[in-house]
């Protein structure tokens, strides 16, 4: 997308033993940034980070860091982040982890309170992972990679005990987090990125149709509620499943309910064309390349 070309079709054939025991799962792209892109296999603990233009990938190792919760606690992967640390030159994973007593009758209805939550950081330059200070909060949990991915700041949606969403973003290279509460009456479903700032779509139903329509937000300073400014309103639709990203021109990609399909809208002609490309509604996502020749086995080295 960076040539302003959109293509309608891209399909990539990766070694299933860089996944390991050879298990049927999904994988997912759990970031893009600076040439290389971070895939995991959902519901596993399988990383590699690829590199799509030398076909160079590097499976990231399990971390062994100990889990500080009760004996017999369960383990679940709230979700994953992928960024770079231009400070360091160093590719960055993010991993959200939490532990939990097996006698839970819901995972997801319990108290964040309830929850023991950990941090964990891995470098690719040091190829290991340490533990890192956040909040403790719920990460809201999508098949399309958690993180929305700005320069140099990865970002999501969490809750804590008082039920309010706000956006949790982690700085990869002063590795803190920041909270930014959302704007008034706000809820706040979907974020993306639009010309390098956090954008958030805010759906709106029409009670007395099936109709909906989606607000979009910018933040436009992370961490200052006040810097919310709401963009303008798409729709109405009634069979749109949710946008999932800009293109270019303010452009947008939208999601099909029934059949999945793909739309580019125009919000200043409304105009909407069928791409033509199939997906599932939980699992299509919106993913930005440019090339490389960085090396994944050397971290922060270029190839020659």
């Not at 040439?35 to 030398?54: M, S």
Request: proline share 4%; aromatic share 12%; charged share 20%.
């Amino acid at each position: 997308m960076a040539s302003g070309r959109l293509s309608l079709a891209f399909q990539v054939r990766l070694q299933i033993l860089d996944f390991g025991n050879g298990l049927n799962f999904s994988i997912c792209v759990v970031g893009s940034c600076s040439g290389l892109v971070c895939l995991h296999a959902h519901g596993t603990l399988n990383v590699i980070i690829w590199n799509p233009t030398t076909k160079e990938t590097k499976v990231v190792p399990e971390s062994n860091l100990p889990l500080f919760a009760p004996t017999g606690y369960c383990t679940h992967i709230q979700g994953m982040g992928f960024g770079f640390d231009a400070k360091t030159n160093d590719y960055k994973i993010i991993n959200f982890v939490s532990m939990y007593d097996p006698y839970f009758k819901d995972y997801y209805s319990q108290y964040v309170r309830d929850i023991i939550y950990q941090k964990e950081l891995y470098s690719l330059s040091t190829d290991s992972w340490r533990k890192v200070d956040g909040p403790p909060c719920f990460i809201v949990e999508t098949h399309q990679g958690v993180m929305t991915y700005t320069t140099g700041m990865g970002s999501c949606l969490a809750y804590d005990d008082g039920q309010e969403t706000f956006v949790l973003s982690f700085d990869m290279s002063d590795e803190v987090f920041l909270k930014t509460p959302h704007p008034d009456n706000v809820q706040g479903e979907t974020l993306f990125v639009l010309n390098e700032s956090i954008a958030m779509a805010d759906t709106i139903w029409n009670e007395e149709s099936t109709e909906i329509r989606f607000d979009i937000w910018l933040l436009l300073k992370v961490g200052v509620k006040d810097s919310w400014t709401r963009l303008f309103t798409i729709g109405p639709f009634t069979e749109i499943h949710r946008p999932i990203g800009f293109w270019k021109n303010d452009t947008m990609f939208l999601h099909k309910i029934d059949d999945g399909q793909l739309f580019l809208y125009d919000p200043s002609t409304k105009q909407m064309t069928d791409l033509q490309i199939p997906g599932e509604n939980d699992w299509m996502q919106l993913v930005t390349y440019m090339e490389t020749l960085v090396s994944v086995k050397r971290g922060n080295e270029s190839e020659e």
